[in-house]
């Protein structure tokens, strides 16, 4: 799931740089999607992942400027998804 909606000058530079604008990252099993809503709602953008494992697969970490997880998650936690 993809939710877009960054408005200002933000997106603008990264826009006129031909970079991604940053993303809000939700890796959580249950309530992804209504965060999503919330961050499109806030006008961010945000990538819901079902899972770290998705989220570490996904290649987005270095365009994710905030990252919200379930630190309780089946596999990899939400605290082992943020380490280096």
Known sequence: MIITGL???DSIGNMATGEKPKLVAIVDELIRDALGGLMKAAGLSALAFASAEEFLNSGEQ???ACLIADIRMPG???LDSNQD
């Open 7 to 9: 408005s200002g000058e």
């Open 76 to 78: 990899i936690s939400g």
């Open 62 to 64: 270095q365009h994710t």
